[in-house]
């Protein structure tokens, strides 16, 4: 009896990420839920000024960062078990229903500071897996060759988050207080929840079909699956693989995924499967997967480096220099909203060309500019130079950290790239972070210009790894 094997129907392409309805409805549920990450902070804030001291206040502002940092890596591991789009209708869900609910208890009573510790520890647990999973969800979303043009797009709307969410808050607060701020965070978040049930998730090859550079990974995976499958067929059995889960997920036992099965060393035995996959395991191999990457472990210090540098001079170093130049806050506004107009503009330009020749080099110069920027900041005596190096800064610091999500989404294979995610927002959200007292500090010790300069070389000395590692200056994103 002959048997015929139809090849099962390939969806034909939805044209550029901007004209496709899917990554559209994934586009519009990211920024309600970031316009309403940027209403809850003004409400949080608010509300803790109003309820405790000055250092209270800043204290319960600062919680949410503890189990963030704490938990992101096995977060990254939860996006990758259970799929990405779980994990944020999840989370989105779980931060509604805080929020709804500190808003509603708010209205009724004066809980006090407790209640918003509380809730800006659950926001940092949630945190903690939500942002691994944003992360990981845009190769499950479109394809690969339109991974950078989203990723200007996602610049875009966190952009437009920041620029809309501080007044909403902010108008919030003066129609009804902190409640109804709250409450309008919440409904804001909700807002993200039906549009990601509705996006659909796209098939992918188990290696993502982007992990070229990482040949000796892939060739010893390669073997593995090819031993496998020859003692499969040498007991006279139909080497069938599982069928992969819809969500995204990677299918379990598929020989090329995290949990592959792994052939006994002994000549000609078959292959047995290894030990039941566990969190901790899955974690160590997910670290294991970006320390023998040759493009992600570069990359991912290009990005910290960048993110050391850029960090403190940009969020308090900029406020002191205002202040000492006599500026003035009039002054700082205009600074960082050319700033702002520069990142804006980058974001817009990856968002319509979609792609630009030589990625890893690019980013590797726009990030060297970008220093040099930085350190030059600290030397302008006027505003108006000021704002046409800030509106410098945010161009070509703005390129270069596209330039570098979109390599990260692409060089990834998918089933990992929940972690990897985790990884590199340790470092921007965990370890950067930490560089803004220690920036103030020395600026009272030694001023604005050596801490600027310093600040500068660190941050050039991200775009130096990327262009000395030959793989990562080599990288191209795809077409």
Same mark, same amino acid.
């Given at each position: 009896?002959?048997?015929?094997?139809?090849?099962?129907?390939?969806?034909?392409?939805?044209?550029?990420?901007?004209?496709?309805?899917?990554?559209?409805?994934?586009?519009?549920?990211?920024?309600?839920?970031?316009?309403?990450?940027?209403?809850?902070?003004?409400?949080?804030?608010?509300?803790?000024?109003?309820?405790?001291?000055?250092?209270?206040?800043?204290?319960?502002?600062?919680?949410?960062?503890?189990?963030?940092?704490?938990?992101?890596?096995?977060?990254?591991?939860?996006?990758?078990?259970?799929?990405?789009?779980?994990?944020?209708?999840?989370?989105?869900?779980?931060?509604?229903?805080?929020?709804?609910?500190?808003?509603?208890?708010?209205?009724?009573?004066?809980?006090?500071?407790?209640?918003?510790?509380?809730?800006?520890?659950?926001?940092?647990?949630?945190?903690?897996?939500?942002?691994?999973?944003?992360?990981?969800?845009? %190769?499950?979303?479109?394809? @690969? *060759?339109? !991974?950078?043009?989203?990723? +200007?797009? &996602?610049? /875009? =709307?966190?952009?437009?988050?920041?620029?809309?969410?501080?007044?909403?808050?902010?108008?919030?607060?003066?129609?009804?207080?902190?409640?109804?701020?709250?409450?309008?965070?919440?409904?804001?978040?909700?807002?993200?929840?039906?549009?990601?049930?509705?996006?659909?998730?796209?098939?992918?090859?188990?290696?993502?079909?982007?992990?070229?550079?990482?040949?000796?990974?892939?060739?010893?995976?390669?073997?593995?699956?090819?031993?496998?499958?020859?003692?499969?067929?040498?007991?006279?059995?139909?080497?069938?693989?599982?069928?992969?889960?819809?969500?995204?997920?990677?299918?379990?036992?598929?020989?090329?995924?995290?949990?592959?099965?792994?052939?006994?060393?002994?000549?000609?035995?078959?292959?047995?499967?290894?030990?039941?996959?566990? %969190?901790?395991?899955?974690? @160590? *191999?997910? !670290?294991?997967?970006?320390? +023998?990457? &040759?493009? /992600? =472990?570069?990359?991912?210090?290009?990005?910290?480096?960048?993110?050391?540098?850029?960090?403190?001079?940009?969020?308090?170093?900029?406020?002191?220099?205002?202040?000492?130049?006599?500026?003035?806050?009039?002054?700082?506004?205009?600074?960082?909203?050319?700033?702002?107009?520069?990142?804006?503009?980058?974001?817009?330009?990856?968002?319509?060309?979609?792609?630009?020749?030589?990625?890893?080099?690019?980013?590797?110069?726009?990030?060297?500019?970008?220093?040099?920027?930085?350190?030059?900041?600290?030397?302008?005596?006027?505003?108006?130079?000021?704002?046409?190096?800030?509106?410098?800064?945010?161009?070509?610091?703005?390129?270069?950290?596209?330039?570098?999500?979109?390599?990260?989404?692409?060089?990834?294979?998918?089933?990992?790239?929940?972690?990897?995610?985790?990884?590199?927002?340790?470092?921007?959200?965990?370890?950067?972070?930490?560089?803004?007292?220690?920036?103030?500090?020395?600026?009272?010790?030694?001023?604005?210009?050596?801490?600027?300069?310093?600040?500068?070389?660190?941050?050039?000395?991200?775009?130096?790894?990327?262009?000395?590692?030959?793989?990562?200056?080599?990288?191209?994103?795809?077409?």
């Amino acid at each position: 009896m002959t048997t015929t094997v139809i090849p099962p129907a390939v969806r034909p392409s939805a044209g550029p990420a901007h004209r496709d309805g899917n990554v559209l409805r994934w586009l519009g549920a990211y920024t309600a839920s970031m316009i309403g990450d940027n209403v809850f902070y003004i409400a949080l804030s608010w509300a803790a000024v109003r309820s405790g001291t000055p250092s209270q206040a800043g204290l319960v502002m600062a919680v949410s960062a503890v189990p963030r940092a704490l938990l992101m890596l096995g977060g990254g591991v939860v996006a990758d078990r259970f799929g990405p789009r779980r994990v944020v209708i999840g989370s989105d869900a779980v931060r509604c229903a805080a929020v709804l609910t500190v808003a509603a208890l708010l209205f009724v009573a004066h809980p006090g500071l407790w209640l918003l510790a509380l809730l800006a520890v659950v926001f940092g647990i949630v945190d903690a897996v939500f942002m691994p999973a944003v992360g990981a969800l845009p %190769a499950r979303v479109t394809g @690969r *060759d339109q !991974l950078a043009r989203v990723q +200007g797009m &996602r610049g /875009l =709307a966190v952009r437009f988050a920041n620029v809309v969410g501080a007044p909403l808050g902010g108008l919030g607060v003066a129609l009804g207080g902190s409640a109804t701020a709250f409450a309008l965070a919440g409904l804001l978040i909700a807002v993200s929840v039906p549009l990601l049930i509705s996006v659909r998730m796209r098939e992918t090859p188990p290696d993502g079909g982007a992990n070229t550079a990482n040949t000796a990974n892939t060739a010893n995976t390669a073997n593995i699956a090819d031993t496998a499958t020859a003692g499969v067929e040498a007991a006279g059995v139909e080497a069938v693989g599982p069928p992969g889960d819809p969500d995204g997920a990677p299918a379990r036992g598929d020989a090329s995924g995290p949990h592959a099965r792994v052939p006994d060393a002994e000549d000609g035995a078959p292959a047995v499967p290894e030990r039941p996959a566990t %969190a901790w395991r899955d974690l @160590r *191999d997910g !670290l294991r997967y970006i320390r +023998g990457h &040759r493009v /992600l =472990a570069p990359l991912i210090v290009t990005i910290a480096l960048g993110d050391l540098g850029f960090v403190g001079p940009l969020n308090v170093g900029l406020a002191l220099l205002a202040d000492r130049r006599g500026w003035g806050a009039s002054g700082m506004g205009l600074v960082v909203a050319a700033f702002g107009a520069g990142a804006g503009a980058a974001a817009l330009l990856l968002a319509w060309r979609g792609t630009l020749p030589r990625a890893g080099s690019a980013g590797a110069a726009a990030l060297l500019g970008g220093s040099v920027a930085i350190g030059a900041l600290a030397q302008v005596p006027g505003v108006g130079a000021a704002v046409g190096v800030a509106l410098a800064i945010g161009l070509l610091a703005g390129l270069s950290g596209a330039l570098c999500g979109a390599l990260l989404q692409t060089q990834s294979d998918p089933a990992y790239l929940g972690r990897v995610t985790a990884v590199a927002g340790i470092v921007s959200l965990g370890l950067a972070p930490l560089s803004m007292p220690l920036t103030a500090a020395a600026i009272g010790w030694w001023g604005t210009g050596p801490v600027f300069a310093g600040s500068a070389v660190v941050c050039g000395l991200g775009g130096v790894v990327a262009l000395a590692v030959r793989d990562l200056r080599r990288a191209e994103l795809p077409r």
